[in-house]
């Protein structure tokens, strides 16, 4: 079993920043790929950023076309946790949505409870 502890949502005005956390714990495997991901009300759940951990792709980055430029993946990790950060700026109202953090290894994909990010107009 796979951990995922988010944080860091909230509410902004369109074109301020937040940043969203989420650690991994438990029966992590070094080499996996982990992410964000959002659903806005009405709306599929979609992409909005992942980052590979481990082996020759570690550190590989993929973005949703409409927040590249303005929301950064990073990672840090240790022997038993992997934590990632996204740093969202220049917030836009269509941005709104719940945030869920993934963590995906082989045909295994943990979900956390989602954080909600809301941004005025």
């Known amino acids: 079993q796979v951990q995922l502890v988010e944080s860091g949502g909230g509410v902004v005005q369109a074109g301020g920043s937040l940043r969203l956390s989420c650690e991994a714990s438990?029966?992590?495997?070094?080499?996996?790929?982990m992410g964000w991901y959002r659903q806005a009300p009405g709306k599929q759940r979609e992409l909005v950023a992942t980052i590979t951990s481990g082996g020759s792709v570690g550190g590989r980055t993929n973005y949703a076309d409409s927040v590249k430029g303005r929301f950064t993946i990073s990672k840090t990790t240790t022997r038993i946790t992997n934590t990632i950060f996204l740093q969202m700026n220049n917030l836009e109202p269509e941005d709104t949505a719940v945030y869920y953090c993934?963590?995906?290894?082989?045909?295994?994909?943990?979900w956390g409870r989602g954080t909600q990010v809301t941004v005025s107009s």
């Open positions: 438990g029966s992590i495997f070094m080499i996996n790929r």
């Open positions: 993934n963590y995906h290894y082989g045909s295994l994909d943990y």
